[in-house]
């Protein structure tokens, strides 16, 4: 989305990932698959390989969890169907 009104902020887009995609890519180490789940949703079913950090500890721990800034991160918040 681009505003052409002065003072406006731009709201940059986020690319998508396909289902096909991560299933794929998921042993790809250039891949971080974050799942922002709860904790107890996140120990019912995750997809493997997954990490997670719920949406509600992110600004904290996203540097800790994620700590290579080049990496590519897919995020997730509901089952892999």
């Given at each position: 989305m681009t505003s052409h009104q002065?003072?406006?902020?731009?709201?940059?887009?986020?690319?998508?990932?396909?289902r096909e995609e991560v299933l794929e890519?998921?042993?790809?180490?250039?891949?971080?698959?974050?799942?922002?789940?709860?904790r107890e949703a996140f120990a019912v079913e995750h997809i493997p390989?997954?990490?997670?950090?719920p949406?509600?500890?992110l600004n904290q721990r996203a540097g800790e969890v994620l700590p290579n800034n080049l990496q590519e991160i897919a995020v997730y918040c509901g089952s892999f169907t």
């Open positions: 002065p003072g406006a902020e731009q709201i940059p887009t986020v690319p998508e990932i396909s890519r998921l042993r790809d180490p250039s891949l971080a698959l974050l799942n922002v789940l709860p390989g997954s990490i997670n950090l949406v509600s500890e």
